[in-house]
């Protein structure tokens, strides 16, 4: 029988280290609350619209370790006009569970209403983008602009807290900028009218994906609530950048965007990390082959072969960066327009990535990808070199 110790709000990685009389047969499940849902683990993949699509997570929650995923944001009011793109957002399936989604808008009535058809149609719980810096998102009132509203935005919330059973969560950088570190108040006054946790991006709407993730920035806002759970994000791209994000910032989860791009096993390597101690080594190139097409086929199933395959087109170099030399997969894989063609593609990289393999059939040791390296735990003033980069999508910068 597994031993399964209720690890309440906070993240206990001390427990990590408990000795069991059972040790063989105890598992100490990483688990977490958020309002009514018990989570089984404290990993979270955020949103990232155009990327955390249905088939994307249908293909890491596969290799395991998430506890909740997101789905890219969602306009409220389309949502409740049953706009196709919004339908097509929150599409699911039983083994995308359990599921939020993130919605942006500013129209209390809009918002709660949203909320409300969510919760009728199962969804676990409803995340509010207040993070977001894009202008179409902030000019009508959502996103990050939320941030420097306080009152209302906790007016708009605590209407969607008092609607539903389901958690409302809430998504926010640290401030506006460094001289507005708006998220500790803002946090505080959403722990008040009852939102379930806060995710929160450690950087500043004005930094955008450049800099370092501030932890002293996330431990703030933890530091700010009194019992909901804090989830931290940014750049969190290894097992032991998620753990220093634990431990320095005693966040009860973190959440994972463009890190699971690079390396969708991510989840189940930090999960295993944080209950072990022990580092997995890096999925081989077969393994990444495999689930890559694994990925365009769950693509083709929900977007349809034409589409599912252009759609393919920015999601394959993701996989690619970690194949060492990759530019004439790159290359080619943007043209890509059906399955047949990209298994060609893939079976002439194949040809071509032999000239830098040993005997082994192993990258030679100078073709090999260097570790990553999050802001947070580089050297200070090296922070830019490496960073990881921010993938283009429907919105450039958030
Ligand atoms: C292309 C792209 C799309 C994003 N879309 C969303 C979104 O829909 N909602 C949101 O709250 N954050 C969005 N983000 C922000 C991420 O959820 C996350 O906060 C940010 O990327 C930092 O985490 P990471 O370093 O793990 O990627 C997006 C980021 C990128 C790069």
New binding site residues.
């Given amino acids: 029988m597994p031993l399964v110790l209720p690890l309440g709000y906070r993240y206990l990685g001390e427990l990590c280290q408990l000795e069991s009389p059972l040790p063989a047969l105890a598992i100490i499940v990483l688990a977490m609350r958020l309002g009514p849902l018990t989570l089984a683990s404290n990993l979270f993949l ?7 699509n249905l088939p994307f997570r249908l293909t890491v929650r596969e290799l395991g370790g998430v506890g909740l995923a ?1 789905t ?2 969602v306009n409220a009011r389309s949502l409740l006009e049953k706009k196709s793109k919004a339908l097509k957002l929150i599409e699911t399936a039983p083994a995308d569970r359990p599921l939020a989604v ?1 919605l ?1 808008g500013s129209v209390p009535e809009e918002m709660r209403d949203a909320a409300t058809y969510l919760e009728s149609l199962g969804i676990a719980g409803v ?1 509010i ?1 207040m ?2 810096p894009v202008r179409k998102v902030c000019r009508v009132g959502g996103g990050s602009a939320m941030m420097a509203e306080l009152d209302q935005t906790a007016r708009l919330v605590k209407g969607m807290v008092d609607a539903v059973k389901i958690p409302i969560t809430a ?1 926010m ?1 640290l401030g506006w900028d460094e001289d507005n570190l708006t998220a500790p108040d803002l946090a505080s006054a959403l722990e008040d009218v009852g939102v379930a946790a806060i ?1 929160v ?1 450690g ?1 500043t709407r004005e930094q955008g ?1 450049s800099g370092t ?1 501030s932890l002293a920035g996330i431990r703030a806002v933890v530091r700010a609530l009194k019992t909901i759970p804090v989830i931290g ?5 290894t097992p032991q950048a998620a753990k220093m994000m634990l431990d320095q910032t005693s966040c009860a989860g973190v ?7 690079y390396n969708p096993w991510i989840f189940q390597h930090t999960r295993h990390y944080l209950l072990t101690g022990e580092l997995l080594p890096e999925p081989t190139f077969e393994e990444r082959v495999r689930v890559m097409c694994r990925h365009l086929d769950l693509m083709i199933e929900v977007f349809g072969e034409a589409h599912g395959c252009r759609m393919f087109r920015k999601v394959a170099p993701w996989y690619a960066k970690r194949f060492g030399p990759a530019k004439e997969f790159n290359h080619q894989v943007v043209r890509v327009a059906s399955r047949a063609q990209f298994l060609e593609v893939l079976a002439n990289y194949r040809r071509w990535r032999q000239q830098f393999l040993d005997e082994n059939g192993e990258l030679k040791p100078r073709f090999r990808p260097p570790p990553m390296t ?1 802001s947070f735990m580089k050297e200070p003033g090296t922070a830019q070199s490496g960073s ?1 980069p ?6 450039e ?2």
């Fill in positions: 955020s949103p990232l619209a155009g990327y955390t997101t890219d944001l993130q942006f995340d983008n993070g977001c998504k950088r995710f991006h950087r994906f993730v994000n940014g750049d969190v791209t959440s994972i965007g463009r890190g699971a791009f999050p990881i921010v993938p283009r999508g429907p919105v910068i958030w």
